[in-house]
């Protein structure tokens, strides 16, 4: 594939060459027009292999896309913006660790690999770690229903590496339920293997927290709604993030740098 580098911007066709631009990538790009018809794609045997890994890779989307949901409250100021294919590309990898079915309808077995998601950043830009320095412990109940977050009292002045011109912050924590997911012969798509506990989430937030004040002892509960128990199908994400805030009289103005996101612990 070519890459432009000259200072004609443009995109779309031109004779035999198509230019176009990657998302989250500079600079513009080109290559032939051409290749199989859609209807070779999905017919002919040359490419069964194509067909195979198409339907897995449109599973592995649909299980990351199941992250994001359960976490779409917060997600929009949380994440960078190839985030969609990160969580898409961790599925794929839990994807070929199914060696129980065959090519093309290999499980997305989470539950069995769930090592891939712990640490995760949803926005790969900006680390929790580096952002957050204060101790803390998050902690779930043995039924997988409940969770806390536990900050022992500190000082944010040495421990918070906020942006210039906040002045407040608050602390986020969750539970997010993800299903592994299947193929499902009858519908011929993959579906979650339990649909109801699949997205099911419950989020928390501190109040607003001064940067340049002690902040005192701080507890988050989490706690999944309908008295749901998760069951030996589905993964748990329990996740610690931080958001910050600029003070205007009453008010608080959230800042679009900063804040982050990330899975601390899968269960």
């Given at each position: 594939?070519?890459?432009?580098?000259?200072?004609?911007?443009?995109v779309?066709?031109?004779?035999?060459?198509?230019?176009?631009?990657?998302?989250?990538?500079?600079?513009?790009?080109?290559?032939?027009?051409?290749?199989p018809?859609?209807?070779?794609?999905?017919?002919?045997?040359?490419f069964?292999?194509?067909?195979?890994?198409?339907?897995?890779?449109?599973?592995?989307?649909?299980?990351?896309?199941?992250?994001?949901?359960?976490?779409?409250?917060?997600?929009?100021q949380?994440?960078?913006?190839?985030?969609?294919?990160?969580?898409?590309?961790?599925?794929?990898?839990?994807?070929?660790?199914?060696?129980?079915?065959?090519?093309?309808?290999?499980?997305?077995?989470?539950?069995t690999?769930?090592?891939?998601?712990?640490?995760?950043?949803?926005?790969?830009?900006?680390?929790?770690?580096?952002?957050?320095?204060?101790?803390?412990?998050?902690?779930?109940?043995?039924?997988?229903?409940?969770?806390?977050?536990?900050?022992?009292?500190?000082?944010?002045?040495?421990?918070?590496?906020?942006?210039?011109?906040?002045?407040?912050?608050?602390?986020?924590?969750?539970?997010?339920?993800?299903?592994?997911f299947?193929?499902?012969?009858?519908?011929?798509?993959?579906?979650?293997?339990?649909?109801?506990?699949?997205?099911?989430n419950?989020?928390?937030?501190?109040?607003?927290?001064?940067?340049y004040?002690?902040?005192?002892?701080?507890?988050?509960?989490?706690?999944?709604p309908?008295?749901?128990v998760?069951?030996?199908?589905?993964?748990?994400?329990?996740?610690?993030?931080?958001?910050?805030?600029?003070?205007?009289?009453?008010?608080?103005?959230?800042?679009?740098?900063?804040?982050?996101?990330?899975?601390?612990?899968?269960?």
């Amino acid at each position: 594939m070519a890459r432009q580098k000259g200072v004609i911007k443009y995109v779309g066709t031109l004779g035999d060459i198509r230019h176009f631009k990657i998302k989250g990538q500079e600079g513009y790009f080109a290559g032939m027009v051409g290749g199989p018809t859609a209807d070779q794609v999905l017919t002919a045997p040359e490419f069964e292999r194509t067909r195979e890994n198409m339907n897995e890779f449109g599973a592995c989307a649909k299980a990351g896309k199941s992250v994001r949901t359960g976490l779409s409250q917060v997600m929009k100021q949380m994440a960078d913006s190839q985030v969609t294919g990160r969580l898409t590309s961790i599925m794929k990898k839990i994807n070929l660790e199914d060696q129980t079915e065959a090519r093309g309808y290999r499980k997305i077995e989470i539950t069995t690999q769930r090592s891939y998601l712990k640490g995760f950043e949803f926005d790969k830009n900006t680390s929790f770690n580096g952002i957050f320095n204060a101790p803390y412990s998050l902690t779930h109940g043995v039924d997988r229903e409940t969770g806390d977050l536990v900050i022992p009292a500190f000082n944010p002045a040495n421990l918070v590496n906020a942006p210039s011109g906040a002045t407040h912050f608050r602390m986020i924590t969750s539970l997010s339920v993800v299903s592994d997911f299947e193929y499902n012969a009858t519908t011929n798509s993959y579906d979650p293997m339990d649909a109801e506990l699949n997205e099911v989430n419950d989020i928390k937030y501190s109040g607003f927290l001064d940067l340049y004040a002690p902040i005192p002892a701080t507890t988050l509960t989490v706690t999944l709604p309908g008295a749901v128990v998760p069951t030996a199908n589905v993964t748990v994400l329990q996740c610690i993030g931080i958001e910050f805030y600029q003070q205007v009289g009453a008010n608080y103005y959230l800042f679009a740098s900063g804040n982050c996101l990330k899975v601390e612990d899968a269960f």
